[in-house]
């Protein structure tokens, strides 16, 4: 580990008082702890499901105050909790229900600097690109701002690190840690001091967002002006772990990553081994599937046979039209390369679970279909800037990568109470889902000794006799394992259509992937050569976005067992549930705008969501 890179702790000291964020960060003498109120609420045994977002980035990110937002920590906490927030584009933003958590996760790299740039107070507001990296303007103003800002940030660049000052950072380190301490509120609202470790050498995507269990933080947060090798920060998180502090990281964007986030090689590019997995999988046991750049799940090219691979895919990468590798940047590869190296070599480092978030740098959520505002301040202040619609000459704007976005996805983990120890605990046992932006919950338990689908206990059944999303299924070389996979739709969203579980699994050396429906709306029966539910007619009109039939389902749920299940060999299986179709946030642009949507863009899509894994180990 780096020299610069020892951690060294702040720890929290008596509770101050509660106040509100100023625009201005401020220079507290230590992190304060976490607000009290009223005792956590009683714990349930059977958990329960709740929705949060933990990569968010507020103005004491690097790039997001260059892009124009000005919300604070604060803001990004109040907005969580429901209370509305100005989008820098000037108009309102507001959670239809709020979050049950929220992890603010700014860039460690120069984080602080660019709103100190703004401040006529502070010596970095004499900087000579100061003004160009703050000034207010529209989103190509921004634009031209962020070119200029790139130069600081790209290692190869001369200006790399030029603009860097310890004390701002710390200032505003200090004043995200005091913030999310202040609106923690256990048993109601959850609030996880985090930030963003954002390496990316030549331009391939290894970013990771750190979340610690506690109220305690480490004095600096370990960026990537330390090291650009992810292996360097999980020797600082093991570190810090030996002090007491717990962390865990959550890499994202692995379709950026050009091949490098599940490469088979480290960052020298030495063969994996035993040593790696132990350290990879302690520091890093979720993945984030989807978010406003891409869904990172699989890929048309990587899973033929899976009619759903292609969901809000990102062509090329951001910024560019260069082609991104495919292979080492998806999860579902990914989990079947952990497989085939547990079964070849004994260690499996991608055995992960997953969540989704936004990726937001307005420090909000990124929206919704029907309201979508965009992840980037006044680069996605509108329609137009967004590439969704086409300017008054007819020609479409921005980045090319931008109309591909996604709005945005949501961590959901079942845990027994709303506190920060017992979320993040789930999150390290992977007893947790992402979704596409909706709030389905989806439940999911394989084991030996399942009840009925239709037990009046179903769940502390199915607890009792078996193991949860993230959890291993011991090997019975005599029996055949159930499975009970359980989805409730999103009362404020589309009905659910169908239920999935997908496997993966090494057969004769080799990775096998398939999907399985096992339960279908509109009391569809599925083919039980295909696997697949019928269609259930599910259409929308995408000239006002209404849906043109009353399909889908409030709930669907199966006790499934696999048809092809083989005692001895590796597997991994998880639920993927699936709504009806909407319409994809482009269309509901062009409707406003009175234009046609936007050609070779997606019309409509269906939101979805994602269990973790359960890994199946067959007997020595």
Not at 188 to 194: C, D, K, L, M, S
Not at 241 to 246: H, I, K, L, Y
Request: hydrophobic fraction near 35%.
């Amino acid at each position: 580990m780096p020299k610069s890179a020892r951690p060294r702790t702040l720890c929290a000291v008596s509770l101050l008082a509660f106040c509100t964020g100023c625009s201005d960060v401020q220079t507290p003498s230590a992190p304060e702890s976490a607000a009290l109120s009223d005792p956590p609420t009683e714990a349930n045994p059977e958990r329960n499901a709740y929705f949060g977002d933990l990569h968010v980035h507020t103005a004491n990110s690097f790039d997001a105050f260059v892009l124009g937002t000005t919300a604070t920590p604060d803001d990004a906490y109040r907005f969580a909790k429901g209370e509305p927030l100005r989008h820098p584009g000037g108009f309102d933003m507001q959670l239809r229900e709020p979050f049950d958590f929220l992890a603010v996760t700014d860039h460690a790299y120069y984080l602080g600097i660019t709103r100190a740039m703004a401040n006529p107070e502070s010596p970095m507001s004499r900087h000579p690109d100061a003004k160009a990296l703050t000034s207010v303007g529209t989103s190509l103003v921004r634009m031209r701002a962020l070119r200029v800002g790139a130069q600081f940030v790209h290692p190869q660049s001369p200006r790399f690190r030029e603009i860097d000052d310890p004390a701002t950072s710390r200032a505003a380190w200090l004043d995200n840690i005091n913030t999310a301490n202040r609106h923690n509120d256990p048993g109601r609202f959850t609030a996880f001091i985090g930030y963003e470790y954002t390496s990316g050498p030549r331009f391939r995507n290894l970013h990771r967002n750190v979340l610690f269990r506690g109220d305690e933080a480490p004095e600096m947060p370990f960026s990537q002006f330390d090291s650009h090798n992810p292996e360097d920060l999980w020797a600082w998180m093991d570190a810090l772990r030996e002090q007491g502090m717990e962390s865990l990281a959550i890499p994202h964007n692995s379709n950026q990553s050009n091949g490098q986030m599940f490469a088979l090689v480290d960052y020298s590019g030495n063969p994996l081994d035993a040593d790696y997995a132990s350290v990879r999988i302690r520091n890093e046991p979720l993945v984030e599937i989807s978010q406003t750049k891409g869904t990172s799940e699989t890929h048309p090219v990587l899973s033929p046979r899976d009619e759903w691979a292609g969901f809000e895919t990102l062509p090329y990468r951001v910024g560019s039209r260069d082609p991104l590798l495919l292979h080492g940047s998806y999860v579902r590869e990914a989990q079947l390369n952990g497989l085939l190296l547990a079964d070849q070599q004994g260690f499996d480092p991608f055995k992960v679970g997953v969540i989704g978030s936004s990726d937001t740098h307005n420090g909000s959520s990124g929206g919704e279909e029907r309201d979508y505002w965009g992840p980037a301040g006044m680069m996605h202040a509108d329609a137009v800037s967004r590439g969704s619609v086409p300017d008054a000459s007819g020609v479409y704007q921005g980045d090319p990568a931008f109309v591909t976005f996604g709005a945005a996805g949501l961590a959901g983990v079942w845990a027994e109470r709303n506190t920060r120890a017992s979320l993040y605990d789930a999150m390290r046992r992977k007893e947790t889902f992402g979704t596409s932006g909706t709030r389905i919950k989806v439940r999911f338990f394989a084991g030996y000794d399942l009840p009925a689908i239709d037990s009046r206990h179903l769940v502390s059944e199915a607890y009792a006799g078996g193991v949860p999303m993230g959890g291993d299924l011991e090997a019975r070389v005599d029996q055949t394992p159930a499975f009970v996979a359980w989805a409730l739709r999103d009362p404020l969203s589309a009905p659910l259509q169908r239920l999935q579980i997908v496997k993966g699994w090494i057969a004769e050396g080799e990775t096998r992937e398939a999907v399985f429906d096992v339960a279908c709306s509109d009391d569809g029966v599925i083919d039980p050569a295909a696997h697949r539910c019928p269609d259930n007619g599910a259409r929308v009109n995408v000239a006002d976005c209404s849906a043109m039939d009353r399909t889908g389902a409030r709930e669907l749920k199966a006790r499934w067992r696999d048809p092809g299940f083989d005692p001895h060999q590796r597997a991994f299986y998880y639920v993927r549930v699936l709504e009806d179709p909407i319409c994809r946030w482009s269309t509901w642009d062009a409707i406003r705008a009175g234009v046609p949507p936007r050609e070779g863009v997606p019309t409509t899509i269906q939101e979805r969501a994602w269990s973790s894994p359960i890994w199946y180990t067959p007997p020595s």
